[in-house]
């Protein structure tokens, strides 16, 4: 697995530069795919859990959006319209599809591995340090968003606050309950 996930980087992270530019690896998904192919190859339970707490939630979200569009036409809160934009290239929003994969890989990978709960420490440090840097990048790119929630596309008060809210929700709708599921479920493993 360790060669797929490097061959997956060499695909992907010059198709995405070259399509959405380097800020675009800021997003959380894109971080956790270069950390989780970084623990794949390392064989590291620990990068492998922390992208998981993401991971598992945030992309079935995205999947989720993305099957709604299909299914009626409509997306369901946002954040995959950039798959039907005709301007950018079609080979690269096929390699968004990775929101797909990453759940199942993720679990299976600790599944081998073992769920490492120190996971949780890291990725709110990951978190933190990815709305930090997404928040000195501007308002135009929302990355993370950093600037403007996604459901109402307003801001919760001061930017100190407005974070907090973020990250929290990350904390609290994301990591917590698969940090919980996983250390049940996946505890025992070698």
């Known amino acids: ?70 299914v009626s036409g409509r997306h369901l809160f946002g954040g995959t319209e950039y798959m039907w934009q005709p301007e950018f290239p079609l080979f690269v929003r096929l ?17 081998r591995v073992g769920y490492d709960r120190r996971g949780l420490p890291l990725q709110v440090m990951v978190t933190l340090a990815a709305l930090l840097a997404s928040r000195a990048l501007g308002p135009g790119l929302n990355l993370n968003y950093a600037f403007r929630d996604p459901l109402w596309g307003r801001q919760f008060g001061p930017a100190a606050l407005h974070l907090l809210v973020v990250f929290g929700g990350h904390a609290a709708l994301l990591y917590l309950p698969a940090h919980l599921l996983l250390s049940r479920f996946l505890r025992g493993r070698p």
Request: aromatic letters at 16%; charged letters at 5%.
């Open 1 to 70: 697995m360790r060669w797929v996930a490097a061959a997956w980087l060499v695909v992907w992270a010059p198709a995405y530069a070259s399509a959405w530019g380097f800020a675009n690896f800021l997003h959380l998904c894109d971080v956790a795919v270069v950390l989780t192919c970084l623990g794949l190859w390392s064989g590291s339970a620990l990068l492998l859990s922390s992208q998981a707490l993401f991971s598992i939630g945030a992309d079935l979200l995205w999947d989720v959006d993305a099957c709604s569009r299909i």
């Open 95 to 111: 390699l968004s599809l990775f929101h797909v994969v990453w759940p199942p890989l993720l679990v299976w990978s600790l599944w």
